[in-house]
């Protein structure tokens, strides 16, 4: 029986020795195929630390089985970064972006893919969210050029002296949907055009690097 276990254990060391736990890309051995990282036409479990001066790309990333799985970041120059995590093939924890030559900010908060809290900061506009299991919306909006805020609780936000209701909430597409009411009557519907993010969009994004 000891034998036997021996010969398993020298057999998976041998294994093993085939596959790095961490690489370094550029890599003439890693490549990207059906949508999963492969080294050596094998699909990568491990860590790939980025860092291409022709793209002036840097960046670590965790991958299990060819896909991505666990924290990760990628950034360009001083310009943008992208910072997420990963669990079970689903967004869970802290997702940022940062964009200076857009002056754009945004911090997010995933649990099971599905988002739970929203900030972004522009010149125009401030944005702190938090949505519940329903996908209401909590929290502020501030436009700032202006100076107003709107308070929305449980999905619902009012200006008396517009005599104007807001309703805020996320739909079954993951879309943040705005619906504006006055006087108790729907007046208008804006569906925002920008999902939030998905594990697909930041694989995308990911590999498309490493092409």
Known sequence: MKQILL????????????????????????????NMVLYKNKKYTGKISIEDEGKNVTGEINLKDGKLEGGGFYKIGDVYLLEYNIKEGKLDGKFAIKDTNDNFEMLSEYKDGKIRKFFTETELMITDFSFDEEGRVNGTEEAVSV????AFKDGFGERPDWGMEFKKYINKDGELVEETY?????DDMYISRDKFYNSDEITKTIFGVLK
């Open 182 to 186: 006055k006087n108790g009557v729907l």
């Open 147 to 150: 100076g107003e805020t709107i």
């Open 7 to 34: 010969v398993i254990v020298l057999i998976i060391g041998i294994l093993s020795c085939g596959m790095p736990k961490e690489v370094e890309y550029p890599n003439e051995n890693l490549k990207i195929e059906n």
